[in-house]
């Protein structure tokens, strides 16, 4: 946030296809390599060419992975960019813009940066993003030179021209700002560090994608659909360095049931997809209740309902995947609040899935999955994989009782025995049943694993000293960035956090840890459906909600702002 | 146990909820016949089906059994022979199951052209859920729902299955339990999609194609027919004063998608958590 | 229950295909037009030949509406009954069966009914069920005659020979069982009444119907599923006669969707299924939402995952309508509890779908819809229809926001405007926006419809004093009848029962009278669904759950002992 | 308003958001042109569609319309023209959203026979979510997910049609407004299922199939085709050297739905109540 001087929040602003993701990616390693910490996230229209996206930026000293809503420089490229971001300028941001696409909408603290002029003279239009990128580094302090290997690395494949053309716009870019009155330097935030070669940058989907190669994936089938194709597209991209089968579905109800056999037949499979795909493989989810069968899916969440808005961001489907797929049977529900944490619950839903054979669900979203951001090698945890097939004898039935209801997983074609799975209600043996007595029993043996599972559920993740706080702010998957900062900032000791990366079964002790105090639970939907998660579990209910169903993630300064008002009334 | 010299009994005392006079006994006989003959051991067989009385048939078999959701055989087929390719995996389903709430799969397996051997029991009606028209009833035929009788053409699965390129198509009928025998063989042992249309009397719930019926109102493909005729398999398949029996269309050179995908041929369960190196070399990436 | 000797209880037991379902049918208008009150429930297995099913019928003074688990009398068509009902055979019922079909499991209160000859005799197998049905005429001292008529009506159409081998067939049943040893005459419970004749004989698929049909449903598509299929026949049978438009889906995801076209186009719409079927149908719920257009949903329950037990009961799905369809939006669910009930709720179902432009969830259950029983002509009310259609003018805007969030609904073809609807985020005219401000507003304008719809929910019915009990026990769909002759046995002034028929929302002055009372839920499903949902909306826990989840409905007895547990601790 | 002499524009300032250069802006063109020739009254025309680009296409022309699902189309405009079956329904949609996701019900809507004209904007690919191959992609397109190039045979909806007895199976190209104008003209005004199948460059993802890619490819019919051989239009439908444009089958004769259902011409919204009379009948009927 601006206030804090340890932080530059940039935020680029272009049609679709003017390459402004390109900006911000040529920039992060610059930065990251400079020692600095980075984090950026985006939003987009559903749309190829044009419109207005933005992509945002923050540079600070201290890890923050945290949407924030001020703006200190924007560079705006598209005439939209002012009325669209009119809420998050202030007197203290810096507008660079062609001051004659915009019109009657300049303002003092704009700066007509002639950017067409500037790409053409480097050699087209398409070199305008290099011009910003060269303008950021001035502005920050940072030696354009740094820029040049980057440049030769990514565009050398293109031809020696192509190179020189990115040196010379990098060149314009920093030049011009060189030259702009003094009074609009800006400094760095903290000094540069050492260090910042150790670090990695990451997205969320390449977080979900490296934890699903570490959990031994091996099979994924799905159809695309924002934001979740990011893992479909991952797995391909290394399916044959780690030997995945990788199948584009005809249709999400396919890619289930395609996920379903190939688990049956010994695969680590996952499907990815958004609300509207899951709702189809919802038969599929009930079918892996009944045959215990495990299988992960993701769902990265978007508005709803129905095609919604299919590029933005949402917490909406809890309540969903929480009852999905009809009749009874367990399941565990997970949402990683941070890339890192995205890497190591993506190997616990594997796991979760394997030992209890049941469905898992992994919610991520939009923000979460697109948002890049600094981490150290040291953060990324490969946790062991643990098998639970098992080869089969003669007399092998898949559906033994046991004292906690998990029998022994055998698949066709390892051992003599024969495994037979089916969606009627079946005996031990796999095999087609009409016994109300036999009926109880699979019902009373599927339930059973329930018990296990709520025991060993992942505690939920304290932000600040919980104990002796009198309010606690909860929240889960993506929004523990902003929760950490908001509490960091605010910094009372009768206000701490708790963030729980397991939505279900939740684990009783972490759900004691709300007794006699207020809680308050922070949100990205319209409704509260985790809220009504805790009302349930608990029998208590919740003192606040904080609720957003824009389509936009919560921002630090609305999470403060919400904290206020609990200090103000 | 011996898993090669398999007879694919059920103990004696299995139920069998088929009714009695139903072509399902017929066909069960001639699967069974067929999986002896090609002498496949037991624990490599994998027999998948959807919901219906067809769907039923894995049950009365004692073989490996996937036996999924109504409609969805196929995609269940497709990832347990991803998942391992040393498996012999059969599909069978009825003409609801298949041609009704699964036709987008059957579109797209085929498509796919991987090694699966599809035996639709077509008995022009679902019988499961007593009697309502299925996309093979034929005009006329009054059910519950179509009170007026049915007012759609039937669907023609082999007119439908030529046109998508399937390269193994083929009819036969329950009432010929050494023909079906012979067809279903031959499928199985085709390497790629084959797809098994069999005609089978409903003697409950469809009166109008009894057994009588097909007798009548079946005969041969012509001896000296080609089955790498496409253009001629997709004019004798919409023959219908009388449905040729036979296989329709036959095309060995189609490549398999096992091949073209570059599957493994150890099955997934056998690989080795990943590599550190290589996980390191992708990590890496992102520095 | 065979205590009450106002209440006989026979069960007829056979093999699918020979007939037993005759047999009621053939009983249940004589005894109601001999002033009887009659009910009737079946069970039967998933095949159409062989395997063992049975139908109940209660015939009593009062009426009632319940399972009852104990048998006076038994007439078992095939081998496997006594094995399949030895938990409801006891010392007092009285058992018809042909010994040499039995042999060993043959017992004192057996008699040796010699089925087979005596249907040969009549002339073949098939009369077996007519043979059953004159011997229990003479069991229950109605004379064999009063059948004839039945029998001439109902077999005219097949020739005069078959209707003279079945007064045959009734002769033969009759005369056996007049012959028997006098100590096994029953008496009929009380003395015949007048009246019967102005009763009617319904079942739950025909209630649903009428229901429809009287709320003005002109549209059904659907795919066939076990139990949702008898609504799809019943409006099949009477398309003709009031215009309705019946189609056999391909599959349930059309049919949804084909009934949400229809309903944009100014159908009254509704769609047939069971939890599976549904599964396939949340997106296009979800559609519904976005686009707020009416569909009823009717889902007839039965036991999950996946195929489960097809032809079975339970109430397992309710948790899952309650989130169905990615995204949030607002619904109404229903469960009506007895057969007039049913007529009634489906009327105020397709009125809430119109009013509110909601999509609207029926749930029933195999147990209710396959029951027969004896209802008032007077029981059948018939509800106003409120069409919401309007006529459009040129600026006609489909989404213009309103005071509580009801829009005009127009269609296309009815004025001169038109008509947009748009499953992505819209404006008020329907067309597709990525603004952020008019998304909120559109969640808003969504949500807001929650307000009326919550303040007219229909409120609980309630049976016994309710304001003097202690402890109530609530229930909802079809445990309706059970709870209310269990707690009339009981009859104690400390227990009275509260029976939702709607589920969602719930009327604020019913969850009211929950308050400071212990509270016990029963329910037909494993988790307590109603029970978790009651704790959401009060915010307090559930005392008890009363639950299963076999496929078998509650009987009366059992929810007798529940409550005799109560009262001994 | 005089609905009948509309030109079917949006207001200037809507923000149309295909890409400039790609083939939708042409389609569009053609399917103005089409509504315009037929002079339909606006408010009598229902514009239907899935999601995905081509999707979009109803967003850009001012009339009823029904934006619902992904795949899902054809179900929902069934259920419009069965509630009023004096609109004029038209779909449009992508090939992912047709031959993919929604491959079920084109099967059974081409069965049904209802008076409907499906527009293909058949791009080779998914162009809304970026680039995935679809069912019509060619072989060795690469992709982010085919990563090492399509190895599927492109689907052939004109086969796939023909076979399944599409009474008017046509394709065209953006290429050619005014040719594709005519053909549209042509299917709007068939009685029956009509597919027109459109050939559609997308310049963002589809680097295979460009504009001069599909100049190159495309062809005429025959002068002398005749459209009512179904045999000859499959062998037609099969030519994939040169892709030939045109009506390759037209069946007049097959007898729609709606009739055949015996489809009240009265939309249902102006049904009355259900009548006493008959009510008590019915209830009658369980006394
Ligand atoms: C999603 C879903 N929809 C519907 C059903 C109900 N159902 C079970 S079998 C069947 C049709 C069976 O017809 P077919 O496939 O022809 O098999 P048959 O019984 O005739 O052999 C249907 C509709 C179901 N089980 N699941
Ligand atoms: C159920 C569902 N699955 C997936 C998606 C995501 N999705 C939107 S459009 C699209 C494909 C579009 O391809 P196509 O139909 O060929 O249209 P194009 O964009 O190429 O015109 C997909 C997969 C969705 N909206 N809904
Ligand atoms: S209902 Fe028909 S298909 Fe099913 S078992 Fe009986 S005869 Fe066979
Ligand atoms: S992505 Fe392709 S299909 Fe979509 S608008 Fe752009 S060019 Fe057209
Ligand atoms: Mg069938
Ligand atoms: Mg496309």
Redo the contacts between chains.
């Keep these: 946030m601006h206030e804090d001087s340890h932080d530059l929040c940039l935020v680029f602003e272009g049609e679709a296809g003017q390459g402004i993701q390109t900006v911000s990616s040529a920039l992060l390693p610059i930065l990251k390599n400079s020692g600095y910490q980075v984090f950026s996230c985006t939003e987009y229209m559903s749309r190829i060419r044009g419109g207005s996206n933005t992509t945002e930026l923050r540079i600070t000293g201290k890890k923050r992975t945290a949407y924030s809503s001020s703006i200190d420089m924007l560079f705006a490229m598209s005439p939209l960019a002012l009325e669209r971001l009119k809420g998050r300028i202030d007197d203290g941001t810096l507008i660079f813009a062609d001051r004659e696409q915009f019109g009657e909408r300049w303002g003092t603290n704009c700066i007509d940066m002639p950017l067409k002029r500037l790409a053409t003279e480097a050699g087209g239009a398409l070199y305008a993003n290099t011009v910003i990128a060269g303008a950021v580094l001035c502005m920050i302090g940072i030696p354009v030179e740094r820029f040049n290997g980057y440049l030769q690395e990514k565009f050398s494949a293109k031809g020696e021209s192509v190179v020189s053309a990115n040196f010379h716009a990098a060149g314009l870019g920093y030049e011009f700002t060189r030259k702009l009155p003094s009074g609009f330097a800006i400094q760095l935030p903290v000094p540069m560090q050492q260090g910042g ?6 997205d969320g989907n ?1 977080a979900l994608g ?1 934890g699903s ?2 959990a ?1 994936c ?2 994924i ?1 799905s159809y695309p659909m924002s934001p979740g194709t990011g893992l479909l597209t991952f797995l391909a991209a ?1 399916a044959h ?3 995945i ?1 990788v ?1 584009q ?3 999400e ?3 289930i ?13 996952v499907v990815t997809t958004s609300g509207g795909g899951f709702d189809l493989m919802q ?2 989810v009930s ?1 892996a209740g009944i ?1 215990e069968t495990p299988i992960v899916v993701h769902i990265g969440q978007r508005p709803g309902p129905a095609t919604g808005l299919p590029t933005r961001t949402e917490q909406g489907e809890l309540a969903l995947v929480l009852h999905a797929g009809h009749g009874e049977f367990p399941r565990a529900v997970f949402a990683p609040g941070t890339t890192a944490e995205i890497i190591e619950i993506a190997q616990i839903a594997f796991d979760v899935a394997e030992t209890y054979q049941i469905p898992v669900f992994l919610l991520t979203d939009q923000y979460l999955l697109d948002a890049v951001c600094t981490i150290e ?1 040291g953060e ?1 945890r ?1 946790l062991p ?1 643990a ?1 639970t ?1 098992i080869e089969t004898t ?1 007399a092998y039935r898949r559906y033994e009782f046991t004292d906690d209801g998990l029998s022994p997983r055998g ?14 209600e079946h005996d031990e043996s ?3 049943t009409e016994s109300f007595e036999m009926r109880r029993h699979m019902v009373e043996k599927r339930l059973k694993r329930m018990e296990r599972l709520r025991a060993d559920a992942r505690p939920a993740t304290p932000i600040g000293t919980v104990e002796k706080a009198r309010t606690i702010l909860v929240c889960w998957g993506s929004n523990r960035g902003v929760v950490e900062e908001a509490l960091e900032f605010f910094d009372s000791p009768d206000m701490a956090g708790l963030h729980f990366s397991q939505l279900y079964p939740l684990q009783p002790k972490s759900l004691k840890l709300l007794e006699n105090r207020r809680v308050i639970v922070i949100e990205n939907n319209a409704l509260g459906q985790f809220a009504d998660l805790l009302t349930l579990e608990t029998g208590r209910k919740i003192d606040r909600r904080v609720l957003k169903a824009t389509g936009e993630p919560f921002s630090v300064e609305e999470v403060i702002e919400a904290l206020e008002e609990e200090e103000n009334g | ?1 011996d ?1 090669s010299l398999h007879t694919f009994d059920m103990p004696a005392e299995t ?1 069998i ?4 006079g139903c072509g399902n006994h017929m066909l069960l006989k001639a699967v069974k016949t067929a999986l002896q003959n090609l002498g496949i051991a ?3 067989l ?1 027999m ?1 089906s959807g ?1 219906g ?1 067809a769907a ?1 048939a894995p ?1 009365y078999l ?11 055989s ?7 022979k ?3 390719r ?2 012999v995996v059969v599909v069978e389903s009825g003409d609801g199951d298949m ?7 059957l ?2 397996a085929i ?3 991987f090694d699966v051997t599809v035996i639709v029991h077509n008995n022009m009606v ?5 009697g ?2 299925s ?1 093979t009833s034929h005009r006329n035929m009054k059910t ?5 009788g049915v ?3 039937p ?2 699965p082999l ?2 299955a ?4 399937a390269p193994f198509v083929a009819r036969t009928w329950a009432g010929d339990v050494r023909q079906a025998a012979a067809i279903i063989s031959e499928a199985i042992a085709f390497r790629g999609f084959a797809l098994v249309d069999v005609f089978q009397p409903c003697v ?2 469809n009166k109008l194609n009894t057994w009588q019926w097909f007798r009548e109102h079946t005969t041969k493909l012509p001896d000296d027919y080609d089955p790498s005729d ?2 001629n398999a ?2 004798f ?2 023959q219908d004063d009388a449905f040729p029996l036979g296989v329709f269309y036959r095309n060995d050179s189609k490549a398999l ?1 096992e091949d ?5 041929n ?4 056998q ?1 080795n ?2 590599d550190e190196t ?2 390191s070399r ?2 890496e990436a ?2």
Tied chains: 1, 3.
């Design positions: 070669e150790e670090r990695l940058l990451m390449a490296i190669v570490l031994g091996n099979f089938s290394h360095d780690y030997g089968v199948d579905a005809e249709d109800i396919a890619a049931n395609a996920g379903l056999g190939a688990s049956y037949a010994g695969a680590r499979a038969e599929g079918l045959i090698s990324i490969r994989i098998s097939i003669d698949i066709p074609g390892f051992g003599s025995g024969i495994v037979r799975v089916d969606s009627d796999g095999v087609i | 146990m898993n139920d909820a088929w009714c009695p037991r624990n490599r994998v998948v919901i009385q039923k049950q004692d073989v490996n059994m996937f036996n999924g959701l109504h409609g969805r196929l995609p269940a087929a497709f990832g347990i991803m998942a391992n040393d498996l041609y009704g709430e699964g036709g987008n799969h579109i797209h498509r796919r052209n679902y019988g499961l859920t007593k309502q028209a996309p519950p729902v179509q009170t007026g007012i759609l053409e669907f023609n007119a439908f030529i046109a998508l390129d409950v719930f496409k253009i997709f004019r398949a919409l998608y073209l995908a570059g599957l493994d150890k099955p997934l369960y690989h958590p990943p290589k996980v992708m990590i992102f520095r």
